[in-house]
T-cell receptor, first 117, second 111 residues
Framework: GAVVSQHPSRVICKSGTSVKIECRSL??????MFWYRQFPKKSLMLMAT?????????EQGVEKDKFLINHASLTLSTLTVTSAHPEDSSFYIC?????????????FGPGTRLTVT | KQEVTQIPAALSVPEGENLVLNCSFT??????LQWFRQDPGKGLTSLLL?????REQTSGRLNASLDKSSGRSTLYIAASQPGDSATYLC??????????FGTGTRLKVLA
């Protein structure tokens, strides 16, 4: 199956700093990627849709100035958590939509655990 | 607004039992439904994908069914094993391909 990677897998940062998380589709081109957030023992909540070459579309309640998304190429989307605070600590997961003929499946990355101290 | 609910929220069974996990969604206009497994602190492993035109998919000991009109899907796990212990998530997509995830079922299979 298709492979999606995330980097870093785990990051600890100090309050007030910014953190960038990368999501890469390793063996296919993804015009659309999605970013999800998961709180402990909770389900995944969609944060935003990242479209290659255009602005991301954010879900209601997600601060676009705090969670900056850039989809500069067909294989890479980045999520930057700006001025991170302890409440931003969470598990962030991306997915890449393949969308080719006969395959409309999304492939999920392994996740990035962010801890803000 | 699409809402996805999973019942039960948690389940503990002895090894060898057959079990059924339930997923219900409020808007039947879905594009597909997918079942995932998530181990603690890990990402998602795709188990089965059911397109809206399909009624079921099977993979090994797993069988997932879809009744779109009633807004329900079930995941059947045959002959459960301790290695099946994980959280199981169902998710649906609409034409925008955004996944709406269910609340999850935490499964524990006892040896």
């Amino acid at each position: 199956g298709a492979v999606v990677s995330q980097h870093p897998s785990r990051v600890i940062c100090k309050s007030g700093t910014s953190v960038k998380i990368e999501c890469r589709s390793l063996d296919f081109q993804a015009t659309t990627m999605f970013w999800y957030r998961q709180f402990p023992k909770k389900s995944l909540m969609l944060m935003a849709t990242s479209n290659e070459g255009s602005k991301a579309t954010y879900e209601q309640g997600v601060e676009k100035d705090k969670f900056l998304i850039n989809h500069a190429s067909l294989t890479l989307s980045t999520l930057t958590v700006t001025s991170a605070h302890p409440e931003d600590s969470s598990f962030y997961i991306c997915s890449a939509f393949r969308g080719t003929s006969g395959s409309d499946e999304q492939y999920f990355g392994p996740g990035t655990r962010l801890t803000v101290t | 607004k699409q809402e996805v609910t999973q019942i039960p929220a948690a389940l503990s069974v002895p090894e060898g039992e057959n079990l059924v996990l339930n997923c219900s969604f409020t808007d039947s206009a879905i594009y597909n439904l997918q079942w995932f497994r998530q181990d603690p602190g890990k990402g998602l492993t795709s188990l089965l994908l059911i397109q809206s035109s399909q009624r079921e998919q099977t993979s090994g000991r797993l069988n997932a069914s879809l009744d779109k009109s009633s807004g329900r899907s079930t995941l059947y796990i045959a002959a459960s094993q301790p290695g099946d212990s994980a959280t199981y998530l169902c998710a649906v997509t609409s034409g925008t391909y955004k996944y709406i995830f269910g609340t999850g079922t935490r499964l524990k299979v006892l040896a």
